[in-house]
């Protein structure tokens, strides 16, 4: 039987506790080590908040270690356990995750039947939204993970061809893309990803109406994905373009109309205001209409729908001259 480990690494979130315990109420073959990586970046992070998480594990307690990354996101957390582990297959799990009830097991074949050049073996991920009501924006776009391609939620790596690439780009400093950048260098190494049978269940996190805002943060790691992997990205990776064009556009109206203002052309600045208006209306529209319609939800769409652009183009820009001159990612010897 092929051996595996489970690396998580935590900002020690209350889910941790639940991750934990649907690991090891999981039935078949254990891991032969679990890391547990707290990114937590107070210099000296409370170590009871981790008595409780720690004390659901059970027999896998005598498995499990704690280690530290000092905060430098999920990439480096990852690399950190990574090289703390010696199983030749290594599980990520997110720390907001559930296994299903038999994923030890399913893991195992998952990895067992893996041919020589599988470098990676995806989990199912199932996200669970509400029957009684519409789902939040939130929501939605929780659900989405669903069908993203090579998402860390619960993806096994064959320990060779992470560090056959040099394991995580560490510039990627959020939870996202870090996952699409490894898997097309896997893919262009010459190794092979597939989708395995077992699940994964990955509730929606409890967020404020803010939380849309933040996300935009994640078009800065977009135009790094844009320098590594070049203008088609997208394609390689299978994934949404989403909305980034329309917003640039929304947000050039919307800086013209000022300009124009200022400059005393006001039919001209009435027009790119009426543009910026219509594009601004149209996003809210698309956000609003497929959700529960609530006075909250449809007051956050309204005010987010106003910033959501203007943010996206600002972290875009400021990522391409971030990154302007990114090489691809190697480690140090």
């Known amino acids: 039987m092929t051996s595996y480990a489970v690396v998580i690494p935590t900002l020690v979130r209350d889910t941790l506790a639940d991750c934990l315990a649907a690991l090891a109420a999981a039935t078949g073959p254990a891991p032969q080590e ?54 030749p297959w290594i599980a ?34 199932a996200v669970p939204l509400p029957g009684e009501r519409r789902p939040t924006d939130w929501e939605r776009g929780t659900a989405g993970l669903a069908r993203a391609r090579w998402i860390t939620a619960d993806m096994a790596f064959r ?43 990955h509730p929606v996190r409890p967020a404020d109406r803010w939380v849309s805002l933040r996300a935009q943060r994640g078009n800065a790691d977009d135009a790094l994905m844009r320098r590594l992997h070049g203008p088609e990205w ?12 329309r917003h640039l556009t929304i947000t050039a109206a919307g800086l013209a109309a000022v300009g124009l203002a200022v400059a005393g052309r006001r039919r001209a600045a009435a027009a790119a205001a009426l543009g910026w208006a219509a594009g601004t209306g149209e996003f809210a529209w698309a956000r609003i209409a497929p959700g529960p319609r609530t006075r909250y ?4 769409m ?25 090489a691809p990612w190697r480690v140090a010897p």
């Open 34 to 87: 679990i890391v547990l990586v707290d990114d937590r970046p107070e210099p000296e992070p409370d170590p009871g908040a981790l008595a409780h998480p720690l004390s659901v594990l059970g027999d896998l307690r005598a498995r499990t270690v704690v280690i530290r990354s000092g905060g430098r996101g999920p990439a480096a957390a990852r690399n950190m356990g990574l090289n703390a582990v010696i199983a």
């Open 159 to 201: 320990a060779e061809a992470l560090k056959d690439v040099g394991g995580f780009d560490e510039r990627f400093r959020r939870a996202f893309r870090e996952d699409a950048d490894l898997a097309l260098r896997v893919l262009e190494a010459g190794w092979q990803i597939h989708r395995g049978r077992r699940t994964t269940r």
């Open 297 to 300: 939800e449809v007051d956050t």
């Open 234 to 245: 997208w394609d390689k990776a299978v994934a949404p373009r989403g909305r980034l064009r």
């Open 92 to 125: 990520f799990l997110d720390d907001d995750v559930q296994v299903g009830p038999h994923w030890c097991e399913q893991l195992a074949e998952d990895v067992g039947e893996a041919g020589p050049r599988t470098g990676g073996v995806q989990g199912v991920i």
């Open 302 to 326: 309204l005010a987010t729908s106003v910033l959501i652009p203007p943010a996206a183009t600002w972290h875009w820009f400021s990522g391409l001259w971030r990154h302007r001159d990114a």
